[in-house]
């Protein structure tokens, strides 16, 4: 759940709709929902329209946002500040999507500050 954060996280910080990210899970068993997650991303994308055209952003714009998104993501500062607020999740023992979101985004801020910049 702490990756689903980060990157959605810094998927906004670049801006680029979060929308455009989802990560759930279905287990080999579980047929049915598996097919309704994938229908319901797929129709979420028909809406936003191509990558780039609800952001308002040229291709080229697109390809420089989501290249920084994975230097961001790949640098090693903000892997460790990850691992640190991995272990406030676990150290809290809230699993709640908004508590993660609020331990990544508090714990990482001054790192992704300056990973951004």
Do not use: C
Request: hydrophobic residues 45%; glycine residues 6%.
């Amino acid at each position: 759940m702490g990756v689903d954060a980060l990157v959605r996280k810094v998927l906004e910080d670049v801006g680029i709709r979060k929308e455009r990210y989802d990560l759930q899970w279905a287990s080999a068993a579980e047929a049915p929902r598996f097919v309704q997650l994938i229908t319901g991303f797929t129709e979420r994308m028909k809406e936003l329209g191509p990558l780039g055209e609800a952001e308002g952003l040229s291709k080229e714009e697109i390809k420089e946002r989501l290249e920084k998104a994975l230097a961001v993501v790949s640098d090693q500062k903000v892997r460790v500040s990850f691992g640190n607020a991995s272990k406030a999740v676990r150290k809290d023992a809230v699993w709640t999507p908004e508590h993660i979101d609020e331990v990544v985004t508090t714990k990482m801020a001054k790192t992704l500050d300056k990973a951004l910049a």
